[in-house]
């Protein structure tokens, strides 16, 4: 909830709802979070499902993204070159 430099209610502001949690992977807990467009705790508790997979579609496509990255740099990197063919 905004305040103002005094800790008083600043009703001129929107308030910010923001979700987090965790998944669980074999190397640890991966945090995800992502803004939720709500104007009210009652909309933000619907939103949170939703932006949760959504953040986790972009964590993975990301993660894809890297994967493919890092094979193609490694092909590349692993190329013997032999002199004199």
Do not use: H, W
Request: proline share 8%; aromatic share 4%.
């Amino acid at each position: 909830m905004p305040i103002q430099s005094d800790g008083s209610d600043d009703t001129s502001r929107s308030p910010i709802f923001v979700g987090s949690t965790q998944l669980m992977t074999p190397e640890g807990p991966l945090p995800l979070q992502a803004r939720l467009q709500a104007n009210t705790l009652a909309q933000a508790y619907v939103e949170f499902p939703g932006a949760m997979r959504k953040a986790l579609d972009e964590m993975v496509a990301q993660l894809q993204q890297m994967r493919r990255e890092q094979g193609n740099q490694q092909k590349e990197t692993s190329r013997i070159i032999v002199p004199g063919r």
